[in-house]
C-alpha cells in the first residue's frame, strides 16, 4: 500500500472530500496553514483561493504580501434605451387651445418665465387701476376728499372759505349783473381758446418758414462762397452771419455775395499779414506738403491753359466813407469803409 493510501485512509475526509470547501479546508491544514472560518472559504472564487493560498504561504515564510495590480478602468456603457428614456421623461404633455402638445423641458421652462413675466405686469396694471378707483372713490366723498386735500397740502378750511365766498357773491349779485358776469366769462373763455388756436397756427407757420429761410440762407451762404473762392464751411458761414447781422442793425440789407466778398477780403488780408515777408521755404513750411502740391498742380495747370483762368477787369467804384444812403444801397467796398469808422 502507498503513502497516498495510507493517508487517505488515516484521513476519510481526503477519500471523499463531498464539497469543494471541504477539500480546500483539508488542504489548507495539510499545508500548515492556519485554519480559516469555513464561512468566508465557501464564499470564495476560485482566483481568491488561489490569492488566499499565497498570501498564506508568504506568511508563513515571512515575506509581505503581494497586492494584486489595481485593475485597469473600464470605460462607461453607453445605454441607448437608457438615453432614450431620459430623453423621453424630459418632454411633458400640455393642452394648449384644447389641444395636447409634446413640450421638452427648455421650452417649458421659457414659457413659464414670460407667464410669469405677464403675469407681473398684469397684476401691476390691476394694482394700478385700484389705486386709481379709489382715489375717484375719495374725491366724490366729502370728509375723504378734504383729507386727501390736507395730504396733498391743501388748507380745507381755505377752499371751504374761497368756495362759499364765489357762491354767496353769486347768490347775492343782482340777476342782471349774474347774467352780465355768466356772458363775460363765456366770451373771455371763448376768446382764450381762440387765442390758443391761433398761436400754435402762427407758431406752426413760423416754423415752416423757418425752415424753408434756413435753407434758401444756406444755399445762398454756399452758392456765394462757392462763387468767391472760399470754402463752404461753418467757420466762413459764421463770418458772413456775422457781417449780415451787423448790417441789418443799422438798415442796411446786405446779401450772401457781399457778405462773402468781404470775408474773402478778411481772409486775404490776414494771409498777408502771416505769410507776406515771408520766403518759398517758410511758405511751404507753413503750407504743408499737402496744401503746397495742391498749389503746385494749380500752378501747373494754370500755366498750361493761361486763356482758361484769365477773368474780365470789372471796373470797381470807389470807396466811400460816410453814413448810409437813405434809399440806396453801398456796396461791399462802402460798407466795408462804413463798418471800419464805427
Do not use: C
Not at 490776414?270 to 505769410?275: N, T
Not at 501747373?300 to 437813405?326: D, F, I, W
Amino acid at each position: 500500500m502507498s503513502e497516498n493510501a495510507g493517508t487517505a485512509l488515516s484521513n476519510p475526509a481526503a477519500s471523499n472530500p463531498g464539497t469543494v470547501a471541504q477539500a480546500t479546508e483539508i488542504a489548507a491544514k495539510q499545508a500548515g496553514f492556519k485554519e480559516r472560518p469555513q464561512a468566508d472559504l465557501e464564499k470564495m472564487s476560485g482566483s481568491e483561493l488561489s490569492e488566499y493560498f499565497e498570501a498564506q504561504k508568504a506568511s508563513n515564510r515571512g515575506g509581505a504580501v503581494a497586492k494584486p495590480a489595481p485593475k485597469a478602468p473600464q470605460p462607461e456603457k453607453v445605454d441607448p434605451l437608457k438615453d432614450a428614456a431620459q430623453e423621453a421623461m424630459r418632454k411633458f404633455k400640455v393642452k394648449v387651445d384644447g389641444q395636447d402638445l409634446e413640450i421638452d423641458e427648455s421650452e417649458l421652462i421659457r414659457g413659464y418665465s414670460h407667464q410669469k413675466a405677464a403675469n407681473k405686469m398684469l397684476q401691476e396694471g390691476t394694482t394700478a387701476r385700484k389705486q386709481a378707483e379709489e382715489f375717484i372713490s375719495m374725491m366724490r366723498d366729502p370728509q375723504k376728499f378734504y383729507d386727501t386735500a390736507k395730504k396733498l397740502g391743501h388748507d380745507p378750511r381755505k377752499l371751504a372759505e374761497e368756495y362759499l365766498a364765489k357762491q354767496l357773491e353769486a347768490e347775492l349779485m343782482d340777476p342782471r349783473d349774474r347774467e352780465l358776469a355768466e356772458t363775460k366769462a363765456k366770451l373771455k373763455h371763448m376768446e382764450d381758446l381762440d387765442k390758443a388756436e391761433k398761436e400754435k397756427i402762427e407758431s406752426q407757420r413760423n416754423e415752416v418758414l423757418k425752415q424753408k429761410y434756413a435753407k434758401d440762407y444756406s444755399d445762398q451762404f454756399v452758392s456765394a462762397l462757392e462763387q468767391t473762392g472760399l470754402p463752404a464751411t461753418k467757420p466762413m458761414v459764421g463770418e458772413m452771419a456775422k457781417y449780415i447781422s451787423r448790417a441789418a442793425k443799422i438798415g442796411f440789407k446786405m446779401t450772401a455775395n457781399e457778405a462773402a466778398q468781404l470775408v474773402m477780403e478778411d481772409v486775404q488780408s490776414a494771409h498777408r499779414k502771416l505769410i507776406g515777408d515771408s520766403d518759398g521755404e517758410v511758405l511751404m513750411k507753413l503750407l504743408g506738403d499737402e496744401v503746397a502740391n495742391r498749389v503746385r498742380k494749380y500752378d501747373t495747370q494754370r500755366l498750361k491753359n493761361p486763356e482758361q483762368h484769365l477773368k474780365t477787369p470789372v471796373e470797381q467804384p470807389e470807396a466811400r466813407v460816410g453814413t448810409p444812403r437813405s434809399g440806396k444801397r453801398m456796396s461791399s467796398q462802402e460798407w466795408r469803409a462804413y463798418n471800419r469808422t464805427r
